[in-house]
């Protein structure tokens, strides 16, 4: 599944010249997806969606995506393994790449495993724009 969507932000990507920032979500839960994709979507991404780690890990060497948003659980290939398969790519180094919980204990298993860092559910619009400025800036 793939979602696009046209902003003001995506308008003046394309007028500068830059391509909009393109992310992969893994998420195994629809209501997480479409909360999600909204809000990339509002920051002017577009977004490809996998249902596990396994999905997630062909997107990604089929697109190269520079962010990575992944649940920490899924069944078939959860976020770690997906995190751990990425990082042991030497094209996925430079990913910038992020773990999603409800349970903030996770977030050592995410750090250990390749994650920058852990978001809590529900992901906030706020905390999406701020990493989504982070990647375009870098």
């Known amino acids: 599944m793939s979602a696009a969507s046209a902003s003001s932000s995506d308008l ?7 391509e909009p920032l393109r992310v992969l979500v893994a998420e195994d839960d629809r209501v997480q997806q479409i909360l999600l994709c909204t809000h990339l979507e509002a ?9 596990d780690g396994h999905d997630a890990l062909e997107m990604w060497q ?9 649940d920490c659980r899924m ?21 910038r790449l992020v773990g999603t919980s409800a349970d903030t204990e996770d977030a ?4 250990a495993a390749g994650m920058e860092q852990l978001l809590q ?11 989504c400025a982070a990647v375009k800036g870098s």
């Open 12 to 18: 003046r990507d394309t007028q500068a010249g830059r």
């Open 43 to 51: 920051c002017g991404c577009l977004v490809d969606i996998a249902e």
């Open 62 to 70: 089929a697109h190269r995506h520079r962010l990575v948003i992944t």
């Open 75 to 95: 069944p078939r290939m959860d976020g770690y393994e997906l995190a751990k398969a990425l990082r042991a790519d030497p094209a996925g180094a430079d990913v």
């Open 108 to 111: 050592p298993l995410a750090l």
């Open 121 to 131: 559910k529900p992901v906030s619009g706020a905390q999406i724009a701020a990493l």
